[in-house]
T-cell receptor
Framework: KQEVTQIPAALSVPEGENLVLNCSFT??????LQWFRQDPGKGLTSLLL?????REQTSGRLNASLDKSSGRSTLYIAASQPGDSATYLC????????????FGKGTTLSVSS | NAGVTQTPKFQVLKTGQSMTLQCAQD?????MSWYRQDPGMGLRLIHY???????DQGEVPNGYNVSRSTTEDFPLRLLSAAPSQTSVYFC???????????FGSGTQLSVL
């Protein structure tokens, strides 16, 4: 059974720092991996989707990498801003037809000004 | 496009009552799913559908029913609400099995 783990559970940084959020998964046979952002009391917003054949995806100040062999993905946030404060979740799409994303429990990021 | 729309946003039920959480998407997505989010448990899959007329169980299906009569709609029914079903419920959809998953804004449900 696929399990997704995110470490650390919480992270506090000053504005302007570059930071890395970690995501690990137990079954390397995944279709894709997706990173989401969730603000308090809100739904999830998709940030980046990495297909299994890809190594990384970039959007603005965000860069996500995928290493299937080691069962790891990272989300790199450059020049962090207070508006980046939120919970970040990763989810792995298991390699089975008709299945769904398995989510980690998230990393709650706080960026202070 | 409105994306994924969930109603209601908030609901309070008494134990034993039934209700339906509504979910609609206007992106012509084949795949739709329901998750519940609980503190310390993360997001867990309740039911999903890969197309109209096709549904299947996820990780925590007990106490919930679904149907998919159209591509656009995927309602979640609570047959007899229990306090353990107090949670935030999210509906999500994507185009095809490998597409990007889009979420609705959620329904906060309290069962007393």
């Amino acid at each position: 059974k696929q399990e997704v783990t995110q470490i650390p559970a919480a992270l506090s940084v000053p504005e302007g720092e570059n930071l890395v959020l970690n995501c690990s998964f137990t079954d390397s046979a995944i279709y894709n991996l997706q990173w989401f952002r969730q603000d308090p009391g809100k739904g999830l917003t998709s940030l980046l989707l990495i297909q299994s054949s890809q190594r990384e995806q970039t959007s603005g100040r965000l860069n996500a990498s995928l290493d299937k062999s080691s069962g790891r993905s990272t989300l790199y946030i450059a020049a962090s801003q207070p508006g980046d404060s939120a919970t970040y979740l990763c989810a792995a799409e298991a390699n089975q037809a008709g299945t769904a994303l398995i989510f980690g429990k998230g990393t709650t990021l706080s960026v202070s000004s | 496009n409105a994306g994924v729309t969930q109603t209601p946003k908030f609901q309070v039920l008494k134990t034993g009552q039934s209700m339906t959480l509504q979910c609609a998407q206007d992106m012509n997505h084949e795949y739709m799913s329901w998750y519940r989010q609980d503190p310390g448990m993360g997001l867990r899959l309740i039911h999903y559908s890969v197309g109209a007329g096709i549904t299947d169980q996820g990780e925590v299906p007990n106490g919930y029913n679904v149907s998919r009569s159209t591509t656009e709609d995927f309602p979640l029914r609570l047959l007899s609400a229990a306090p353990s079903q107090t949670s935030v419920y999210f509906c999500a959809s994507k185009e095809g099995l490998l597409g990007e998953l889009f979420f609705g804004s959620g329904t906060q449900l309290s069962v007393l």
